[in-house]
């Protein structure tokens, strides 16, 4: 019995604690009837997929196969007797109370006990009767209701609550201790709270979505800082490899020149030296013959000789050479060393040898916002638009400060980073810290933006235009009113409509605001966020022969 009784367990469906019928092993290995374990997913509030026995969790849910063979072992072993279950077990179906002792395939209960809160089949029964001392605990006949529901003095099913005593009881506590206390149907006081345990948690989702986002973005902000310090090293790096080619091609260029020098002034020299040579050479020649005309006795040999000499005047006023002072290439040297001094003075005050200071993430820590324009022109930052990004059907004027949509294609040389299909514009400057512009539009309508460099440029869709995607923020300035878009979200702004809009951005503070600026600056519209990368502002013109100018504010 005990053998059979083993096997029928393990062919049993711990779901409908019957035979499996067109059994399913799901990936951890245990196995259940097809339609039970479909409906156990089906019907779970949180539609996740996982085993009702060991709680492993499966995502995506997993295509469900009928196990052929478990299959045919099922039917094998009903054949041979084993579905037939003895009458004296008396296993607990779907409708019964289910013995709480049982291990495997549980009987069904008989008596459930008050004190012990558990149900017993016959033989467990038997067993807790055995003890004197749980042999005066109260039984009672098995009910579905939960024992916790079950009055321990009365005997009765608890379906009131008593609010005084903040407890549930049943309708004969009520005409006892409990009388005159505040009641409500138990139902009804569990509803409330599950309603109150519902927004709680609601509120706590919302509250784990806020932090996990803010992991995320924390994690963006750490890749972005790691994506710029690489960047920066792999620049600096290139910066310096050419700063010194262009040293040793300097050096190179001036040992030329020297050596160029050197040799042109020795060859002079030496030609000198060789006249000089000469000259001597002659002059001794001539001196050999004058010492010897000196020392004739004959004279009239001696003035035959003597008058056939040249004029001995050209040999008293011998010509010197003019010699110039030499520097010794002094002046080279001068201009080198001049050269280093300079090089000195711009990396000891350049920036590159400043130590880099990375901005850390303190929540709340900031200075005051400004509130008049005055305290805004403090932030002032000089916006020109980059002709690389620019739409053809745009033109670029007042030194690219300016951008007016036309009809007629303008002139640009091709460039990946221009917009083809949406009539749109980027910056040159990338924006970071805290910095304030303005701008005047003119024409139906122009949308003001914000944007991460990575904005798609090609075609119409929408991961090009701005405002209709996660990495830009639009303000749209048209006649009659103003809508901020962000992420294919619209938001209609109340208030005036002006014809010069003030923008002001704190990209560590994650904020970002829109003025109406007439006489005094009216906040249209405020954006409260987290950035993760430098922001260029954009352009879109809606309409022909509108315009975008970024005023020079003083």
């Not at 393990?10 to 951890?28: G, H, N, Q, Y």
């Not at 509120?203 to 710029?228: F, G, M, P, T, Y």
């Not at 040999?315 to 002046?331: A, E, L």
């Not at 040297?333 to 050269?339: C, D, N, R």
Request: hydrophobic share 30%; glycine share 4%; with cysteine.
């Amino acid at each position: 019995m005990a053998h059979r009784g083993d096997w029928q367990e393990k062919i049993s469906c711990s779901i409908c604690l019957d035979f499996l019928k067109d059994p399913v092993t799901i990936a951890c290995g245990h196995s259940y009837c097809m339609i039970c374990i479909k409906q156990s997913w089906d019907t779970d509030e949180k539609k996740v997929c996982k085993c009702p026995q060991c709680r492993i969790t499966f995502t995506p849910r997993p295509v469900l196969v009928k196990n052929v063979i478990l299959a045919e072992l099922v039917e094998d072993l009903k054949k041979t007797g084993l579905q037939t279950a003895p009458a004296d077990h008396c296993y607990a179906g779907p409708e019964d109370v289910a013995c709480d002792v049982c291990t495997g395939r549980k009987m069904k209960a008989v008596k459930s006990c008050l004190v012990c809160l558990n149900s017993f089949c016959e033989n467990h029964l038997e067993t807790h009767d055995d003890d004197p001392e749980l042999k005066k605990h109260k039984l009672v006949n098995p009910s579905k209701e939960s024992l916790h529901s079950i009055c321990s003095r009365h005997d009765e099913v608890m379906k009131i609550f008593c609010r005084t005593d903040q407890q549930c009881i049943c309708y004969l506590c009520l005409m006892d201790e409990h009388k005159g206390h505040e009641t409500v149907p138990a139902a009804a006081e569990m509803a409330e709270k599950k309603k109150k345990l519902h927004l709680t948690r609601n509120q706590i989702q919302r509250n784990i979505q806020d932090q996990e986002k803010d992991v995320k973005l924390l994690q963006q902000e750490v890749e972005a800082i790691n994506h710029s310090a690489n960047k920066a090293v792999e620049d600096s790096e290139k910066i310096f490899t050419e700063l010194i080619r262009l040293l040793q091609k300097r050096s190179s260029d001036v040992k030329q020149q020297i050596r160029s020098q050197q040799e042109t002034e020795v060859s002079h020299i030496k030609d000198l030296q060789e006249k000089l040579k000469e000259e001597i050479a002659d002059l001794k020649w001539k001196d050999a013959e004058l010492e010897q005309l000196s020392h004739t006795e004959d004279h009239n040999q001696f003035f035959l000789n003597y008058s056939s000499l040249p004029d001995l005047n050209e040999f008293v006023h011998s010509q010197r050479i003019c010699m110039h002072p030499w520097k010794n290439f002094k002046d080279v040297i001068a201009a080198v060393s001049e050269l280093r001094d300079q090089l000195q003075d711009i990396l000891a005050n350049s920036r590159t040898n400043r130590s880099v200071e990375v901005s850390k993430v303190e929540a709340l820590k900031s200075e005051p916002e400004p509130k008049t324009r005055n305290e805004f022109l403090k932030y002032s930052q000089e916006i020109t638009l980059d002709p690389n990004t620019v739409n053809t059907k745009l033109l670029l004027s007042e030194g690219n400060r300016k951008v007016t949509r036309k009809n007629k294609k303008q002139f640009y040389p091709d460039h990946p980073d221009r917009f083809t299909g949406v009539y749109q514009v980027l910056s040159r400057e990338s924006l970071t810290g805290r910095c304030y512009w303005e701008v005047e539009w003119t024409g139906r309508g122009v949308g003001v933006a914000v944007s991460y460099k990575n904005i798609s440029r090609a075609g119409l869709s929408e991961k090009c235009e701005f405002g209709m995607n996660e990495i830009s923020w639009s303000f749209d300035c048209r006649t009659n009113s103003c809508t901020i878009y962000h992420n294919r979200v619209e938001t209609p702004v109340p208030g005036p409509v002006s014809s010069r809009l003030g923008v002001y951005l704190d990209h560590r503070a994650g904020i970002l605001c829109f003025y109406s600026v007439s006489g005094t600056m009216t906040l249209l519209h405020r954006v409260q966020t987290r950035f993760t990368r430098p922001l260029y502002v954009g352009v879109w013109l809606f309409y022909v022969d509108s315009s975008a100018e970024f005023i020079k504010v003083k």
